[in-house]
């Protein structure tokens, strides 16, 4: 579920307003009740909020799921190509990530390169591409280690 989240912040958003919206409805509908008044105009608020409010829950957290499902290839190949022997897993791997023209052997462990900006990554890949491009893929645990490194790394090759 929390991947979910990180891909689409929609989905937590919505569930937030879900949430929200039935804390103010059970306190008023509280109020209401204590006074003796109907609950009908309660309920009637709370059903048309959930009919806005619900599709877009839907809606996110199916967008959320193809995203994930779409990534999932390419985040099993960053593993592959990190913690694989083979040549030819890594090869594919370098394919699928990095275009069809890296070769796996100009790709090389990123914290070995930029040294103490990555020792938070769990697993960080540079490429040196044929055209003379390269490209650097990292996965952190969390925002605030990828944010400094980032920085860290913008900072000492400028």
Known sequence: MLQLI????????????????????????FIMARTGASLRPLYWFFGFFMLIVAP????????????????????AALEQIATSPDPETRSN??????????NAQLVTDARKVFGDAFEQAELAQFAALPNGDSVLL??????????????TTCATRV
């Not at 891909?7 to 509908?29: E, F, H, M, Q, R």
């Open 56 to 75: 877009q829950l839907v809606g996110h957290f199916w967008n959320a799921r193809d995203a994930m499902k779409k990534e999932a290839p390419r985040l």
């Open 93 to 102: 791997a370098a394919k699928l990530l990095f275009g069809p023209d890296a």
């Open 6 to 29: 990180r891909t689409s912040p929609g989905v937590l958003i919505s569930l937030g307003l879900i949430g929200a919206g039935a804390v103010v409805c059970l306190l008023v509908g």
């Open 138 to 151: 990292a996965r952190f645990k969390g925002y605030t280690a990828a944010e400094k490194a980032g920085s």
